[in-house]
C-alpha cells in the first residue's frame, strides 16, 4: 500500500512521551509515510520543530488553538507570525473555532482565529481548522478573507454544509469518529463524498476508536481508519491510500 499521510496527529503530546519513537516506527513498518503535527499553543512551538528535526516523516505546523484561548496573547501570535517565516513549517494550526464548549471567550476566540486566516494568507500557507460546532462560523471567516486553503480537521458537519466547504476548494479530514457503528450521519456524508477532497487523520492521542474508549488512539491506528473508511465508501483501501495521500501532499506541499 502507498504510505498513508496522517494529516493531523499530536505527536508532542506527553501521553506519547515515554514510546514515542516505538509508535512511530510501528506506524511506519505498517504504512504510515508520513505525520503532519500542529501545534496548539506558543509554547509548543519549540516541540513542534524538534519532532521535524528529529523524524524525517514528520511535518510541524504552528498555531493557536481556540481550547486554549484563555492564554493566548498578542505576543502570542507575533511569535507565530516570526515563527510561520521558517521554510520547514507546513501549516498554520491547529486554529479555528470551539463553540462546543460553551465556557471559551467567542469573541476573543473570533479575533485570533481571524489573525491566523490573515497569517495564513500572508505566507500561503494551508491552515489546519478546529471547527467544533462552529463549522458555519469557521467557513465564514475564510470566505470573509477570500482564503481556502484548507482542511477542516475531525469533520463531522451535514452533507449540505460540506457541499459548499468543497466546492471552494477545503478540504475535510476523517478520522476514528467515521469507525463508530453508531455514527450514522457521519458514515452517509462519507459515503456521498467524492475522494479528491478527503484526508485521513488520527487525532492522536485524542478521539480513540469506539472499542477503545479511554485509552489513547495510537500512530498506526490510522492503518485502520483508512480501511475502515474505504468500506463505507466501498472502495478499495489502496485507492483511498493513494488518492488521500495526495490530497494532504498537494495541500501541504510535501
Known amino acids: 500500500m502507498i504510505g498513508l499521510i496522517d494529516s493531523h496527529i499530536h505527536l508532542d503530546d506527553s501521553r506519547l512521551l515515554e514510546d514515542r519513537f516505538d509508535l512511530i516506527h510501528e506506524a511506519e513498518e505498517k504504512g504510515v509515510g508520513a505525520f503532519i503535527v ?12 524538534e519532532l521535524s528535526n528529529n523524524y524525517s516523516s514528520v511535518y510541524c505546523a504552528l498555531g493557536l488553538h481556540p481550547y486554549y484561548i484563555n492564554q493566548h496573547t498578542a505576543e502570542d501570535l507575533e511569535k507565530l507570525s516570526v515563527a510561520l517565516d521558517h521554510k520547514d513549517v507546513i501549516g498554520v494550526g491547529e486554529c479555528g473555532l470551539d463553540f462546543y464548549l460553551k465556557e471559551l471567550d467567542r469573541q476573543k476566540q473570533l479575533l485570533v482565529f481571524e489573525a491566523q486566516v490573515v497569517l495564513a494568507k500572508h505566507f500561503n500557507l494551508p491552515l489546519i481548522l478546529h471547527v467544533r460546532g462552529a463549522v458555519d462560523a469557521v467557513f465564514q471567516m475564510l470566505k470573509k478573507h477570500d482564503y481556502y486553503k484548507a482542511v477542516m480537521h475531525s469533520f463531522n458537519g451535514s452533507i449540505e454544509q460540506a457541499k459548499q466547504i468543497i466546492a471552494k476548494g477545503v478540504y475535510l479530514g476523517f478520522g476514528p469518529a467515521a469507525c463508530n457503528p453508531k455514527a450514522h450521519k457521519l458514515k452517509a456524508l462519507l459515503a456521498y463524498l467524492p475522494l479528491e477532497c478527503m484526508v485521513l487523520e488520527t487525532d492522536a492521542p485524542d478521539q480513540p476508536f469506539f472499542d477503545r ?19 463505507i465508501k466501498q472502495i478499495d483501501a489502496a485507492e483511498l491510500a493513494r488518492q488521500t495521500t495526495l490530497n494532504s501532499t498537494q495541500l501541504f506541499n510535501l
Open 38 to 49: 500542529p501545534a496548539v499553543s506558543a509554547e509548543k512551538f519549540p516541540q513542534v520543530f
Open 213 to 231: 474508549y479511554g485509552e489513547r488512539n495510537l500512530p498506526v491506528d490510522l492503518v485502520r481508519v483508512n480501511k475502515e473508511i474505504a468500506q
